[in-house]
């Protein structure tokens, strides 16, 4: 056999075959994908993240014109609009499977979240829910008003974290500006914003 490519010559029956010659940029390409693959598999066999349910915020309004005038349409609309910013913003993390509360909604607005005796927790169990988020909103005045989020585990019913922002200004702006700061930097955050012990 007298050409360049490599041939059986014991045995004419068999074809001569070109041996392949490879760079660097293909073997490159090709782990690469391999990896990329490799990767992509152990990301979606990774751990789901924990079902969350949280309830819309409730009201501690201890004002003189709270006192007066009883609840405000626009401050309830606040408090609907609060839970959806908290449930959206959770979502959008990735860190969360945010849950649908339709089924349980009206048994949750029929109930006090805060001094129920663990109710929250039975009715995002009820949801499928590892975890479950009530929240309040406390108001002085119109002027002095304080948002606490508290994140319970459904299957101990253990507080997890508690997260508390005050507001200065009764306006959605306030409000959102409160509820995006506890979302970032405490219910976000490594540890939910806990020190860490050095």
């Not at 959206?88 to 509360?101: H, P, Y």
Request: glycine share 8%; aromatic share 6%.
């Amino acid at each position: 056999m007298q050409d360049a490519g490599i041939g059986l010559a014991c045995n004419p029956a068999f074809c001569r075959c070109e041996v392949p010659i490879f760079d660097w940029f293909t073997i490159m390409r090709t782990t690469f994908a391999f990896v990329a693959s490799l990767l992509l598999m152990s990301a979606a066999a990774g751990a789901e993240p924990p079902k969350l349910a949280v309830f819309d915020l409730e009201m501690i309004d201890t004002s003189l014109q709270g006192e007066v005038d009883g609840p405000r349409a626009d401050e309830q609309a606040r408090l609907l609009h609060t839970g959806e910013q908290v449930r959206k913003e959770l979502a959008d993390s990735g860190r969360f499977q945010v849950l649908d509360i339709a089924p349980v909604n009206a048994a949750a607005h029929g109930s006090n979240l805060q001094a129920c005796g663990g109710c929250d927790v039975k009715l995002a169990g009820e949801l499928g829910a590892d975890l479950a988020m009530t929240g309040v909103v406390q108001k002085v005045s119109n002027l002095i008003l304080n948002i606490n989020l508290y994140l319970r585990d459904v299957h101990t019913g253990q507080l997890v974290a508690a997260a508390s922002a005050d507001m200065r200004g009764n306006t959605d702006e306030s409000w959102s500006r409160a509820t995006d700061y506890l979302v970032r930097n405490r219910l976000l955050a490594p540890n939910y914003g806990a020190p860490q012990a050095r």
